[in-house]
Every structure is written in structure tokens, then in C-alpha cells.
């Protein structure tokens, strides 16, 4: 019986580091994952035959999708350009999806869009790769948390403080 490659040994580097391909490693992700069986709180649950199955977890406020290996979520198709585009949280919670002036364009629910609000439930196409957009509950109800200003007031009024005090002592007799 011969082993496939998902059954052999993982190749072993120096000082006995295993070596991973980037499939090894997206299908352990995909498993631990499927494993947990907690669902990323926002995430792009693959549908398309390429990325069937695979769960893509949106952990950042603004993410790229492309061709690219830059991109937040890099997707080798050649229907997805290098920058494709832009997934952004705003901060009421709500999640949009513009297109980036990609020539195969960004499609929600079959309908091409510049920019778009997402939904649970939504199908988002990009190039000729489908996904759907899953939210948990928990995650529609709560906004992110607003990042406070007053860090950049405590900053401005120290450099203000420090010049000011160089300058009184350079002009000291």
C-alpha cells in the first residue's frame, strides 16, 4: 500500500525541526479548527472548490484579499488580482467589502459591488473564489472596543513640556 503524502512522516530538518509544506500546515489549521468546534466569532467560510471547507478567521479591523503574499488573505487564482479587495470592520461593528479597481470584481449575493455592507449569511465572490460570511451573534452585538485619543494629548503636551523646558535652560545665563 503506498503512503500518501498526508500519511508520511514529516520530514525532519536540522536538529530534528520538522518541515512543513503551506498545505500540511493549512490543512492541521483547518483541522484544529474543525476539532475545536468553535467558530471564528467573523470569518470566511470557504465555498468554492479550492478553498471548500477552509475557514478563514477576519481577526483585524481592515484586511486585504489578493493574489499577492501581502495580502491578509492571499488566494493563488489567477481571477484574484494582486490587491483584490478590502474587508473593514467600522465602528458600529458592521463589516463592508469594496473592490479595489479589480478586473474580475468583488460579487455579494451575485450582485458586483464597489463596496458593500456584509451580512451573516452573505456569499462573497472574489474573482472566481466563493466564500460566505459568518458572524457569531455574540460578535454582531458588540462592537470593537473604541481606542481612546487622550494617549496622543499626553504625548503632544510631554514633547511640549520637554521643549519647553530645553529652551528655558539654553536661554539661562
Given at each position: ?107 455579494v449575493n451575485g450582485k ?62
Amino acid at each position: 500500500m503506498a503512503q500518501t503524502p498526508q500519511d508520511a512522516e514529516p520530514r525532519r530538518g536540522p536538529q530534528g525541526t520538522q518541515i512543513f509544506s503551506r498545505d500540511d500546515l493549512d490543512r492541521m489549521i483547518a483541522e484544529a479548527a474543525t476539532r475545536s468546534g468553535l467558530p471564528a466569532p467573523v470569518a470566511l467560510r470557504g465555498a468554492s472548490e479550492t478553498v471548500a471547507g477552509r475557514v478563514f478567521g477576519l481577526d483585524k479591523a481592515r484586511m486585504l484579499i489578493g493574489r499577492a503574499s501581502h495580502c491578509d488573505l492571499s488566494l493563488d487564482e489567477p481571477s484574484v488580482s494582486r490587491e483584490h479587495a478590502r474587508l473593514t470592520r467600522e465602528d458600529d461593528g458592521a463589516w463592508y467589502v469594496a473592490n479595489l479597481l479589480s478586473s474580475n470584481g468583488t460579487f455579494v449575493n451575485g450582485k458586483r459591488v464597489s463596496r458593500s455592507a456584509l451580512q451573516p449569511g452573505d456569499h462573497l465572490r472574489i474573482g472566481r473564489i466563493d466564500f460566505v460570511f459568518e458572524m457569531s451573534a455574540e460578535s454582531a452585538e458588540r462592537p470593537p472596543a473604541k481606542r481612546s485619543g487622550a494617549w496622543r494629548w499626553g504625548v503632544l503636551v510631554s514633547v511640549l513640556v520637554l521643549a519647553g523646558g530645553i529652551l528655558a535652560w539654553w536661554l539661562m545665563p
